[in-house]
């Protein structure tokens, strides 16, 4: 990987924690702008947030692509990517429930080699850099811890807008639920890569999941010591491109993974 990525990290901060700031501010006065199929959304919101953090990035680095969640796909292909979900939780703020996040993520030779994760209601920012670990405000993040509680896992749960009844995604669910002290479906992936990467749940499970988000927080969860696997137990390399179908996982501290392939499999 070229460089420490310092100045990128920086950049992408001070973008997340800008876009955050607006968010924040504004948060009641979210209105929607246009439905974007099924029960999902674009709000003013998430158009201001992305503004501000495309400009930022464009600025800053204009020989890289940007594929952001509402703007689409800009600048020259291959090379580096920046990935931009502004507003991580918008069926959330619509419904006026203070759970969402900002995210940014870059992503090089296929890879992600950056992830920025920003929590606008508490003002936290986490990042990681492929091979130096992952950080938040009170420094380094350990990530789930290595034995599975007694009354069983705290387990994040995502699933792409596409899936709606899918009967694997119901037994997935099912088993979950079973076999869990509780099962969190967030509607803000982002929010369950910080909470993995804090150690704060113990795994995390995707199911076709949406990929603009995906990689900076999958970065994030390992660089603070959790391993991403399939469903079928293979390493799973976290990518906003290709079918739906790829982007199913199981994330948790290696020593449980096999917990994971048992009640996760399809």
Same mark, same amino acid.
């Given at each position: 990987?070229?460089?420490?990525?310092?100045?990128?990290?920086?950049?992408?901060?001070?973008a997340?924690e800008?876009?955050?700031?607006?968010l924040?501010?504004?948060?009641?006065?979210a209105h929607t702008?246009?439905?974007?199929?099924?029960?999902d959304?674009?709000?003013?919101?998430?158009?201001?947030?992305e503004?501000?953090?495309?400009?930022?990035?464009?600025?800053?680095?204009?020989?890289?692509?940007?594929?952001?969640?509402?703007?689409g796909?800009?600048?020259p292909? =291959?090379? #580096?990517?920046?990935? +931009? @979900?502004?507003?991580? %939780?918008?069926?959330?703020? /619509?419904?006026?429930?203070?759970a969402?996040?900002?995210?940014?993520?870059?992503?090089?030779?296929?890879r992600?080699?950056?992830?920025?994760?920003?929590?606008?209601?508490?003002?936290?920012?986490?990042?990681?850099?492929?091979?130096?670990?992952?950080y938040?405000?009170?420094g380094?993040?350990?990530?789930p811890?290595?034995?599975?509680?007694?009354?069983?896992?705290?387990?994040?749960?995502?699933?792409?807008?596409?899936?709606g009844?899918?009967p694997?995604?119901?037994?997935?669910?099912?088993?979950?639920e079973?076999?869990?002290?509780?099962?969190?479906?967030?509607?803000?992936?982002?929010?369950?890569?910080v909470?993995?990467?804090r150690?704060?749940?113990?795994?995390?499970? =995707?199911? #076709?999941?949406?990929? +603009? @988000?995906?990689?900076? %927080?999958?970065?994030?969860? /390992?660089?603070?010591?959790?391993?991403l696997?399939?469903?079928?137990?293979?390493?799973?390399?976290p990518?906003?491109?290709?079918?739906?179908?790829?982007?199913?996982?199981?994330?948790a501290?290696?020593?449980?993974l096999?917990?994971?392939?048992?009640?996760?499999?399809v």
């Amino acid at each position: 990987m070229p460089g420490d990525l310092d100045r990128e990290r920086r950049i992408a901060m001070a973008a997340a924690e800008e876009a955050g700031a607006l968010l924040a501010a504004s948060f009641h006065s979210a209105h929607t702008v246009h439905a974007k199929g099924g029960r999902d959304m674009v709000l003013n919101l998430d158009l201001a947030a992305e503004k501000i953090i495309v400009t930022r990035l464009r600025e800053a680095f204009p020989d890289d692509r940007i594929v952001s969640e509402e703007a689409g796909d800009h600048g020259p292909q =291959g090379g #580096r990517t920046w990935l +931009v @979900d502004p507003l991580d %939780g918008t069926n959330n703020v /619509a419904i006026g429930l203070p759970a969402y996040a900002v995210g940014i993520g870059l992503m090089d030779g296929g890879r992600p080699v950056l992830g920025i994760v920003h929590e606008p209601v508490t003002g936290a920012t986490f990042h990681a850099v492929a091979g130096r670990g992952a950080y938040g405000p009170a420094g380094r993040l350990t990530g789930p811890a290595s034995v599975l509680p007694e009354s069983g896992p705290v387990v994040a749960w995502t699933q792409g807008y596409g899936v709606g009844r899918d009967p694997a995604a119901a037994r997935i669910r099912t088993e979950l639920e079973r076999e869990s002290w509780r099962v969190l479906q967030l509607w803000a992936p982002l929010l369950g890569w910080v909470l993995l990467a804090r150690g704060t749940i113990d795994a995390f499970v =995707g199911y #076709r999941a949406e990929g +603009v @988000d995906l990689p900076a %927080g999958a970065l994030l969860a /390992a660089e603070a010591g959790a391993e991403l696997r399939t469903l079928d137990g293979e390493v799973f390399t976290p990518d906003h491109t290709g079918p739906p179908e790829g982007r199913s996982f199981v994330a948790a501290r290696g020593e449980n993974l096999a917990w994971g392939r048992l009640r996760c499999s399809v």
